[in-house]
């Protein structure tokens, strides 16, 4: 802090709550409170990570300066024996995006996956030591989404035993993959298998792209860079790349055999394991993007909360200051939903990492039944946290006028960062459409004895919560955690209940879905909208220690759940879930608990415990000291080296001189 002054100290003593309690329940424990801390810190304090030049630098030095730093937190890991854990914390606080991401977080999780006992034990000693660099090389030129579209090939030669993997369309490039373009060495490649001339779907196979001698591309392949992508700085550390194949050779113990096998005489045995599980590494990382849904939100929102209260507009009685802009009605209630969402998301992140674990432990006991809800949990729970996400950075922008718009906020270069996140792991629509499927499967069977399990057990009680009507009388009863559940669970029924009847009308299902897509995907929206608001509720149900911290948590939950009502009323009013005199009756406690948020506001945020290193922004300072430093940066800026520009003799000068000899 300069000159220890900290200009947000009045808003710190407002807080009626215990702060550092809160820090541990927002890192999740005191254990991941204690590592997240020092390296975080550790990081902010090493100038080697720096990362003041970012938004300014020409692609080629931004991508050198990263594999810089990438080699240099490889190094402190190694010569500070981090743990897993610290050294993947280490990566975040680092905070650039870089090839080590798709390495630890796709690579190594796909063999893990995919591959037997035997392929972990061969490839994944070199992945853990990065004497290979891996990447995960799924999407094409021409087709995503549709993983089954894919046209990569993977041909068994029974003659030497080897697979030939080829390109054969210009589409069939393989586009997008991060760290590909410049760094990996190996990738797992997704290609159609075939044997005998007979295809058997799509698999993963470990495939070395590079020489570990020069770093030249095997023969056969044709790699690079895809070019720069949306914003300054931004993802643009990461080399997204194109690949192309032709009749590339591996040997045949290279395809990742856990879900099927080949074996010498190229017949393909299928294991009891579901052919789904070829899809297990996204579902593992959609399960990680809902935890960096938080991270990415709560950071915009710490940000958009200081700087609204170091703002001040309009408002000033007799020459006194103006208004801090966070007492503003509207300022608060774009806001402080957005600082309860970020809660939220935290703790559904927290559930699902849990559900997560809880999945991949029976499928190390053969037990598969989990896995269709991990895979709805984790696809409608990326969808939905990383939409709200993506606007709510943008929002947070709007909050900060226009110094919001400056890099030096941090925003636009977060906002450049983040909003592939609602394109990569899953298009959002698409993986909507993917919970809207099994929400239907799941109507479709109420009735036939099956019960619906899991986040989906709500169902079972379709009789009760069609008939349902909500007794809110006055506005605290909003308060009521049990009538809050039953009103998200009613809404998110009927609108599926609707959809399925409407499915139903058409003599084709296919055609139907496709023409209910979007009333299909609103569906999915109330269904994903009912889990978060329910595992924040549930979360309040355990001990939460520290003056006032399950106090302040039972605010903001309030914010979370009467913010969506008020917002979706149409979809609550149109199912008859509550009346327009109830609806009216939430908004008015949701003012009411915006009040009881604004004194904690500040301490709120100063709960997520980031650094200004990594916060990277002179508006969401933590000593809120805000305008000296945004004057002093704009003259490190190199437009202002010198005082007059480059160009002034060549275009400025002759166009000053031909107006004034047009004037004489
Ligand atoms: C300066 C600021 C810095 C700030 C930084 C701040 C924040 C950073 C924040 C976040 C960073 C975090 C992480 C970053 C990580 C990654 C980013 C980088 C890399 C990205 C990588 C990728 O994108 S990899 C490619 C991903 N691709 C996709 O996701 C493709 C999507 N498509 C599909 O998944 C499928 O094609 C499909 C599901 C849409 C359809 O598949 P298909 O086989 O055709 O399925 P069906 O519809 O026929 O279904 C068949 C049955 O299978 C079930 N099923 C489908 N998928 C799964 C699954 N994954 N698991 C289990 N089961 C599945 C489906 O339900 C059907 O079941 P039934 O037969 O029972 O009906
Ligand atoms: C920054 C970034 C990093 C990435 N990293 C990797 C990586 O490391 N490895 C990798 O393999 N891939 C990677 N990808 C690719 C990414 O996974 C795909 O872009 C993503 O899965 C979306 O697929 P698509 O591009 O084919 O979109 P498309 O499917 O072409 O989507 C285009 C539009 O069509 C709509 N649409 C598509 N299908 C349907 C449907 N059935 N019904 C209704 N609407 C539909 C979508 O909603 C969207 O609006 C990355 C992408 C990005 C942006």
């Known amino acids: 802090m300069?000159?220890?002054?900290?200009?947000?100290?009045?808003?710190?003593?407002?807080?009626?709550?215990?702060?550092?309690?809160?820090?541990?329940?927002?890192?999740?424990?005191?254990?991941?409170?204690?590592?997240?801390?020092?390296?975080?810190k550790l990081v902010a304090n090493d100038p080697a990570f720096s990362?003041?030049?970012?938004?300014?630098?020409?692609?080629?030095?931004?991508?050198?300066?990263?594999?810089?730093?990438?080699?240099?937190?490889?190094?402190?890991?190694?010569?500070?024996?981090?743990?897993?854990?610290?050294?993947?914390?280490?990566?975040?606080?680092?905070?650039?995006?870089?090839?080590?991401?798709?390495?630890?977080?796709?690579?190594?999780?796909?063999i893990k996956g995919q591959g037997t006992d035997e392929q972990q034990k061969k490839w994944l000693p070199l992945a853990y030591k990065m004497q290979i660099i891996g990447c995960y090389a799924q999407t094409e030129l021409g087709h995503g989404s549709n993983v089954q579209g894919l046209e990569t090939t993977a041909t068994f030669d029974p003659q030497t035993d080897e697979f030939v993997i080829h390109s054969p369309t210009l589409t069939s490039s393989k586009w997008w993959p991060g760290g590909l373009g410049k760094v990996s060495t190996h990738g797992v490649v997704y290609a159609r298998l075939i044997t005998d001339g007979q295809e058997h779907g799509i698999h993963g196979f470990i495939v070395q792209l590079r020489r570990l001698e020069d770093h030249r591309p095997l023969p056969g392949i044709i790699i690079g860079d895809i070019g720069m992508k949306f914003g300054n700085g931004a993802y643009n550390t990461m080399d997204n790349g194109v690949l192309r194949f032709d009749h590339v050779r591996i040997p045949r113990d290279q395809m990742l055999m856990r879900v099927s096998q080949v074996t010498r005489d190229g017949k393909v045995v299928q294991s009891d394991v579901p052919r789904q599980l070829v899809y297990g590494t996204m579902v593992y990382v959609r399960q990680t993007i809902v935890q960096d849904a938080s991270c990415a939100l709560s950071r915009a929102v710490c940000i958009a909360t200081r700087y609204s209260a170091v703002r001040r507009q309009f408002g000033s009685h007799n020459g006194g200051p103006e208004t801090q802009v966070i007492d503003y009605k509207t300022q608060q209630s774009r806001l402080f939903p957005l600082l309860a969402s970020a809660y939220a998301f935290r703790f559904v992140g927290e559930w699902l990492k849990w559900l997560y674990t809880d999945v991949t432990q029976r499928l190390q006991a053969n037990d598969f039944s989990t896995l269709p809800e991990a895979h709805a949990c984790t696809a409608g729970l990326k969808s939905l946290t990383t939409s709200v996400t993506a606007d709510g950075i943008e929002e947070c922008r709007k909050l900060c006028g226009g110094h919001g718009y400056l890099c030096t906020s941090g925003l636009p270069e977060l906002f450049a960062v983040y909003v592939p996140a609602c394109t990569y792991e899953g298009d959002n629509i698409v993986l909507m459409l993917q919970v809207a499927r099994i929400l239907m499967k799941t109507v479709s069977q109420l009735g036939s004895g099956k019960l619906p399990v899991g986040t989906m057990a709500y169902m079972g009680r379709i009789e009760h919560l069609l008939q349902y009507r909500c007794n809110v009388q006055k506005a605290e009863d909003w308060l009521n955690p049990a009538i809050v559940l039953e009103a998200f669970e009613a809404r998110a029924a009927r609108m599926s209940v609707s959809c399925a009847k409407k499915l139903s009308k058409f003599a084709n299902p296919e055609e139907g879905f496709a023409e209910l897509s979007a009333d299909l995907v609103e569906a999915v929206v109330a269904h994903c909208q009912l889990i978060v608001v329910s595992k924040f509720i549930e979360k309040l149900q355990q001990d939460i220690p520290g003056k006032g911290v399950k106090q302040q948590l039972k605010v903001l939950c309030g914010v979370y759940y009467?913010?969506?009502?008020?917002?979706?009323?149409?979809?609550?009013?149109?199912?008859?879930?509550?009346?327009?005199?109830?609806?009216?009756?939430?908004?008015?406690?949701?003012?009411?608990?915006?009040?009881?948020?604004?004194?904690?506001?500040?301490?709120?945020?100063?709960?997520?415990?980031?650094?200004?290193?990594?916060?990277?922004?002179?508006?969401?300072?933590?000593?809120?000291?805000?305008?000296?430093?945004?004057?002093?940066?704009?003259?490190?800026?190199?437009?202002?080296?010198?005082?007059?520009?480059?160009?002034?003799?060549?275009?400025?000068?002759?166009?000053?001189?031909?107006?004034?000899?047009?004037?004489?």
């Open 2 to 40: 300069e000159g220890g002054v900290d200009y947000l100290a009045d808003e710190r003593k407002k807080a009626e709550f215990d702060v550092q309690q809160m820090k541990i329940v927002w890192a999740g424990s005191h254990h991941t409170f204690e590592i997240s801390d020092r390296i975080s």
């Open 51 to 110: 990362k003041d030049e970012r938004t300014m630098l020409p692609r080629k030095e931004l991508f050198k300066n990263t594999l810089r730093k990438a080699s240099y937190a490889w190094k402190r890991i190694n010569d500070l024996h981090l743990s897993e854990e610290e050294a993947s914390q280490l990566r975040f606080y680092v905070d650039e995006p870089a090839f080590t991401d798709l390495h630890w977080g796709m690579f190594i999780p796909a």
């Open 562 to 664: 009467l913010f969506l009502l008020h917002k979706h009323q149409g979809d609550f009013l149109a199912t008859s879930c509550v009346t327009p005199k109830q609806a009216s009756l939430a908004n008015d406690q949701l003012r009411v608990l915006y009040s009881q948020v604004r004194p904690n506001a500040i301490a709120l945020v100063d709960a997520f415990n980031y650094t200004d290193h990594f916060l990277g922004s002179i508006l969401g300072r933590y000593d809120g000291n805000v305008y000296p430093k945004l004057y002093e940066a704009a003259w490190k800026d190199p437009l202002n080296d010198s005082v007059v520009p480059d160009g002034y003799h060549q275009y400025i000068r002759p166009l000053l001189k031909q107006q004034r000899s047009a004037k004489l």
